[in-house]
Structure formats: structure tokens, C-alpha cells
């Protein structure tokens, strides 16, 4: 059979060699966000950020993103309003003031405290495919490949953006995530080692921070 024949049968998929156009949130550090396809951070997807500590600056890198996100208004329905910003076990009680400062609107703010990983992930995933949350932070002690591929579906599904926190120890395992970071201090400061990219390429980005 010819190419032309095979190509006419209508069972037959045709791959498009055009990458995905869709855009990027805007990360708020322009170096980023030319190392990122479409510009910024992937939008209804999991981006994974591991650290071996808390505190080097991996809020602060999310920070532009969540404020704009949080004043954005979103059509739910018949009534337009921010949508909500769930953080799901912290290990730490969020500063206010910090956060307020960055431009994060508080009042469209969650906090949940689950019992186990198990509530963790089922919270998170009620969260992300709600369609109400336009970002969703979790802290998960352990985080396995099938987790990970419910939390992309359910990003998916409710238009939303999860970001999970991971130890380094996470960087051999796989996962579904559409972004991974990793984050380490330096005498400089915080470089963050774009790990995977959907769409692009690793990457080290010196003193981001």
C-alpha cells in the first residue's frame, strides 16, 4: 500500500510537528521565563519544586504568579470573582503580612491540614478539579508516580495550577509532573535546575533568587 492510501484511511493519526502554543503564567523573573515554554509557568499542570530545606526562596519564586492569580478575576458560572489559593499541609503557618506584602489577596486564601498523605492527596485532588482553585500547594511526605499522574488530571480538569514541595530525594522517582525544580542555596544565592520541561530543555539558572 502507498503512503498516500495509508495516509487517506481515516483510523490512521497524523502527528502535528507545531508545539503547543498555549501561554505560559508569567513567573515574574524574566530569566525563568525564557527558559520555559510558553513563557512561564505551565498552566493546568503539576509543577514539582524539590529542596533539601525550607526557606531558600521557594515561595518567593511562586510569589508574582500566586498575587496575580489571586486578584484575577474568574467566571464561575454566573458570577465573576478571584478564584481560591489552597495551601494544603504547610509545615509552617503562612506570614500574613509577608504575604499581603507580596500582593497576595488574603481573603482568597485556604489552608487545609490533613491527617495523613492518603487525605493529602484526595484534598488536593477535590481542590484542583473543583474548578473554584486557581492554585493549589501541597507538602507531601511521600508522593508516588500514580499520585502524581491524579494530580495532573485533576489540574486539568479544574483549569487550576498544582505545585508540590519534595525533598531532593524525590529527583530519582518518576512523575507525571509537567514542571520540575530544583532549588539549592548557594553563597550567591538560590539556583534553581530546571530538571524537566514538557516542551524543553533542563536548565541552570545561577542566583535566580
Known sequence: ???????????????????????????????????????????????????????????????????????????????TEPGWIAWIAPPFQPYAPALQQSGIDLSRMLIVRPKDDSDLLWSAEQALSSGTCVAVLLWPDKLDDQGSRRLQLAAEKGHSWAIAFRPLTARQQPSAAALRLELQSTGQGTRVHILKSRGGRPAVLDSLL
Open 1 to 79: 500500500m502507498s503512503l498516500e492510501k495509508l495516509l487517506e484511511n481515516p483510523r490512521v493519526w497524523r502527528g502535528s510537528c507545531q508545539a503547543s502554543t498555549r501561554a505560559g503564567l508569567a513567573s515574574g523573573y524574566p530569566k525563568l521565563d525564557r527558559c520555559l515554554p510558553g513563557g512561564g509557568w505551565p498552566q493546568q499542570a503539576l509543577t514539582e519544586i524539590l529542596t533539601d530545606q525550607y526557606g531558600i526562596g521557594e515561595l518567593r519564586l511562586l510569589m508574582p504568579a500566586l498575587a496575580e492569580l489571586s486578584t484575577e478575576e474568574t467566571h464561575y458560572g454566573e458570577q
